[in-house]
């Protein structure tokens, strides 16, 4: 399932939510390829990319489950992605967005998880973990072009801008 590719950026930001639960469906390679992809293309620090994705499933994804502080956001995705090495926090932040913002347009939902224990993450995943990402389809499918921008805007969770933007005198 494939969101249209005309939507445009502010739509896919407004309408796009984390999601915990997932459906038991598989995310298909070429889906995968494309949110990894994502990642390589996100901007970094004088263009070093200081990073590696680190695909984490199995006996491994159960282990690393153990480690964040949601396990059940690990054990029931279909794709778990570790940003992995010496990426500043700036740079891995604009990575994993770039992963689920590209998974939304695929209609794949995705969640960033806390790690609670980043001893046990670096041991599973082979180095720093900056971020863990969840990604699968959605129990319940969202219609994003149901709704204008403005709109899902409105319905966010979030401080309106007015509390957030101020300009100095």
């Given at each position: 399932?494939?969101?249209?590719?005309?939507?445009?950026?502010?739509?896919?930001?407004?309408?796009?939510?984390?999601?915990?639960?997932?459906?038991?469906?598989?995310?298909?390679?070429?889906?995968?390829?494309?949110?990894?992809?994502?990642?390589?293309?996100?901007?970094?620090?004088?263009?070093?990319?200081?990073w590696e994705f680190v695909v984490v499933s199995g006996a491994e994804k159960k282990r690393l489950a153990e480690a964040v502080y949601a396990p059940e956001n690990l054990l029931g995705a279909a794709l778990v992605v570790a940003i992995v090495g010496e990426a500043s926090s700036f740079d891995a932040g604009r990575c994993a967005q770039n992963m689920m913002l590209a998974a939304w347009g695929e209609g794949v939902v995705s969640c960033p998880n806390g790690v609670r224990d980043p001893d046990t993450a670096a041991a599973i995943c082979g180095g720093e973990v900056r971020a863990i990402l969840s990604f699968g389809h959605p129990v319940r499918p969202r219609d994003v072009a149901g709704r204008s921008a403005e709109e899902w805007s409105a319905r966010a969770n979030r401080k309106p801008l007015d509390e957030l933007v101020r300009e100095p005198d």
């Open positions: 399932m494939r969101h249209d590719p005309a939507v445009d950026p502010y739509l896919a930001i407004a309408s796009k939510r984390d999601e915990r639960a997932y459906a038991d469906t598989p995310i298909a390679a070429e889906v995968r390829r494309r949110i990894l992809d994502a990642g390589r293309l996100a901007g970094s620090s004088k263009n070093k990319q200081r």
